[in-house]
């Protein structure tokens, strides 16, 4: 029997359509679930940081946020640029709906230019990912722990 999930993050980014339902199945539980990002939280890694009933992060931890791209050969049609749309869209809407950052914050730290090397986007360490209220608290494995037993025993 579980009585609740804790998540370790250390993400470098990956296939978004799987990380997203991922981080839908997580947002969707009954049982208490914490998240504890502890090196990168790259790309799809976000929504799955956010995606706890309570989110940690190391100080020394990152989370890259940019928009959706692909690494591949692409059809260069409307179509394609409309289906990388509603992607960010969905991914925007995710994480404003499960963490404190507004979907127009995050939309400007993820077309930020000028920071990442031949890319858009911005790079936030934990203290700054829960200034900007993408995670809910700095802490570490212990605080994370504790947070959980303390809702297991709560039910």
Not at 32 to 57: C, E, K, N, R
Not at 60 to 74: E, N
Not at 81 to 106: C, D, L, N, P
């Amino acid at each position: 029997e579980v009585d609740g999930v804790l998540l370790l993050l250390n993400t470098v980014g990956g296939d978004i359509e799987a990380g997203l339902a991922i981080a839908e199945m997580v947002a969707g539980m009954t049982k208490p679930t914490v998240t504890l990002v502890l090196g990168g939280g790259h790309s799809i890694g976000i929504p799955l940081a956010v995606s706890g009933q309570q989110t940690f992060i190391v100080p020394s931890a990152s989370m890259t946020v940019h928009p959706v791209r692909h690494s591949g050969v692409i059809l260069g049609v409307p179509q394609t640029m409309r289906w990388f749309e509603q992607m960010q869209e969905r991914i925007t809407g995710f994480v404003a709906s499960h963490s404190g950052i507004s979907e127009k914050r995050y939309t400007e730290l993820m077309m930020r230019t000028g920071e990442l090397v031949m890319d858009v986007g911005t790079v936030l360490d934990g203290r700054k990912a829960v200034r900007e209220k993408l995670i809910d608290e700095l802490g570490g494995l212990s605080d994370a722990l504790a947070w959980l037993y303390r809702e297991i025993e709560g039910k």
